[in-house]
């Protein structure tokens, strides 16, 4: 496995296709894509082309939004963005706000980010990345006539463990858990730890090269794998009465 | 960056000087380490190597192991031996015990495999990873004369989402958790998120090449990036009182 890194993209604003300034950026470096190549995209820039950076000023925060704002120190206006872009908050505290987002992340602040953007806006998460995934998919194999596959990923905090790794949003042409049932140790034993969160697994590896400045190096190829299937990003997801941490 | 997997090792046995015979296969695949690289390597071979693997025969349950043997189904010895590797049990239920290992992790069963090894023994995690990582680094830098990083991983399983990520369980002559803070992002604002947990998204990325049965694949060089510092796998640790979902 290796990996290609795709950095000095054009400043991605609202209504821009992503796959087709993916294609061009490539091809001026003369990087071809083949089959089989796995794609990375931050979801940074896919909200931005999709037209998810939200001006404050615009926000009208209901009394909910003043009340948890008054508990974590948080402006209003991000705090009522937080609650529309969540199922339901899990944990809050001094300026921090853990929540289910409507797409079914778990993580801080409904993964709404303010760097990266201008004063006084707030960018949100893509509002359904497999899909954001497929159309920038179906643009570059076109482009390149080749099957690829797509990953949406972005940096998360985590239970535990300190830092951030990669989580995969959404994804397009490949299987995200890897489903080892039925196969056989070296003593040829069935193995019991069953499933591997390959789509995490690409996005961690592509997070080691993007760093937390994702807008410098958005797109990530990753190239030598055999991981072609089906599936979406929300395969991924433990439903809560399968969480024992919530 | 790039991956190079090692396969093929001989059966690892108590006594056995990882290190030795790591630069051993390498030297007879003519795969020459150069400084910068870092060889990840499973816990699996570690741990058999510093004599790890128990007889389930010669564990003796206490009382609570019984105990906790009731609720959960468990072998009494296996669930024996996850109490004593364990500072704290965290959730018991049918089929399961998460813990915090006297480690620091927090995973299933402390860690404890019963894959590749004989019938009616178990793997227990290395004790010391981190003192593991040194002496597999120290060995490989007198062998091919340079300065390399070294991991070593489990595949382990998180709340939140279906399927295992890497996780460094030590590491040596690497930093495990890159700090931004100070960075800028584009329009020259202060990055808030300012960890990567560079050890594990490392992890994940051998893990994508390893698979579940690691023990065809035990080690996996990654080459290209540039991640050399000081630091232990417990800097990814965080501490109860830092962590909301304890």
């Given amino acids: 496995m290796f990996t290609i890194p ?4 054009p400043l991605i604003k609202k209504g821009d296709n992503l796959g087709k300034i993916i294609s061009t950026a490539l091809k001026s470096k003369q990087i ?18 999709e037209g998810r950076v939200i001006n404050l000023k615009t926000i009208l925060p209901t009394n909910m939004a003043y ?4 508990i974590t120190g948080k402006d209003p206006r991000l705090v009522e963005l937080i609650l529309r872009e969540s199922q339901e908050i899990l944990r809050a505290g001094n300026n921090f706000i853990i ?21 006084h806006h707030a960018k949100l998460l893509p509002i359904n990345s497999d899909k954001s995934a497929l159309n920038i998919k179906c643009i570059l194999e076109k482009k390149f006539r080749v099957d690829l596959g797509v990953i949406i990923i972005d940096s998360v905090g985590r239970p535990f463990r300190h830092g951030s790794v990669g989580l995969a ?35 961690s590896t592509a997070n080691i090269i993007m760093g937390e400045a994702a807008e410098k190096i958005p797109v990530v190829i990753i190239r030598g794998l055999n991981y072609k299937g089906e599936g979406q990003a929300s395969d991924l ?6 969480d024992l941490f919530r």
């Fill in 169 to 203: 949003l959404g994804c397009s042409g490949i299987t995200p858990l890897l489903d080892l049932r039925g196969e056989k140790d070296i003593y040829r034993n069935e193995l019991l730890v069953t499933q591997v969160a390959i789509a995490d697994c690409l996005a």
């Fill in 6 to 9: 795709l950095g000095n993209l």
């Fill in 99 to 119: 929540s289910l987002t409507n797409q079914g992340l778990i993580c801080a602040n409904a993964g709404i980010d303010q760097s990266n953007v201008k004063p």
């Fill in 67 to 70: 009340e948890l704002s008054g």
């Fill in 32 to 49: 071809y894509l083949t089959s089989g190549d796995i794609v990375v995209v931050t979801e940074k820039i896919v909200s931005k082309a």
């Fill in 237 to 242: 997801l433990r439903s809560k009465t399968e």
